[in-house]
T-cell receptor, first 115, second 110 residues
Framework: DTGVSQDPRHKITKRGQNVTFRCDPI?????LYWYRQTLGQGPEFLTY????????KSRLLSDRFSAERPKGSFSTLEIQRTEQGDSAMYLC?????????????FGPGTRLTVL | EDQVTQSPEALRLQEGESSSLNCSYT??????LFWYRQDPGKGPEFLFT???AGEEKEKERLKATLTKKESFLHITAPKPEDSATYLC???????????FGTGTQLKVEL
């Protein structure tokens, strides 16, 4: 399978714990995105990497959130001191931007439940 | 700020009953409009990108069209397996993110 993969698919944690999610993009894609989706809503942009550089962050990304893409391949999203409001589906997408086009392909998501 | 509005919120069709989903947008400098399909508990699946007014794209029973203010996703003779949430998103010149609407939840019944 050459699509975007995410791990884990589901995570249940207690309030105050730290969690980390991993995303492996499509291999030739140089751009990687994180989005968050809550029930009944469309995905909301969190952050974006071009290769290993984090170039844009949303106001939604509080200080408790940190994302890395150390070698320009896979990425991790860490949430520290989780809160119940962090419960959501965390989606990763990747793209290969060519000539102004930016078709983003999504992974299956990680569903986070904070108790 | 970019805004995307999808209607209706939910749509129930009988198998074979054609219909259209609407995505209207208010953006500065549209560079692309995307349609995705999302099944429950899964990530969005890419369907189409439209780049300029007047453009149309087709895939099986789906056809997407674009004007300067809105896009339509036409579903011809739908089948139960077309049941899903259809999401519309815009990509503008101001950044690299997609701005999504809230989706149309489609259910096709036998």
């Amino acid at each position: 399978d050459t699509g975007v993969s995410q791990d884990p698919r589901h995570k249940i944690t207690k309030r105050g714990q730290n969690v980390t999610f991993r995303c492996d993009p499509i291999s030739e894609h140089n751009r990687l995105y994180w989005y968050r989706q809550t029930l009944g809503q469309g995905p909301e942009f969190l952050t974006y990497f071009q290769n290993e550089a984090q170039l844009e962050k949303s106001r939604l990304l509080s200080d408790r959130f940190s994302a890395e893409r150390p070698k320009g391949s896979f990425s991790t999203l860490e949430i520290q001191r989780t809160e119940q409001g962090d419960s959501a589906m965390y989606l990763c997408a990747s793209s290969l931007r060519l000539a102004g086009k930016n078709e983003q392909f999504f992974g299956p998501g990680t569903r986070l439940t904070v108790l | 700020e970019d805004q995307v509005t999808q209607s209706p919120e939910a749509l129930r069709l009988q198998e074979g009953e054609s219909s259209s989903l609407n995505c209207s947008y208010t953006v500065s400098g549209l560079r692309g409009l995307f349609w995705y399909r999302q099944d429950p508990g899964k990530g969005p699946e890419f369907l189409f990108t439209l780049y300029s007014a007047g453009e149309e794209k087709e895939k099986e029973r789906l056809k997407a069209t674009l004007t300067k203010k809105e896009s339509f996703l036409h579903i011809t003779a739908p089948k139960p397996e077309d049941s899903a949430t259809y999401l519309c998103a815009v990509f503008t010149g101001g950044g690299n993110k997609l701005t999504f609407g809230t989706g149309t939840q489609l259910k096709v019944e036998l």
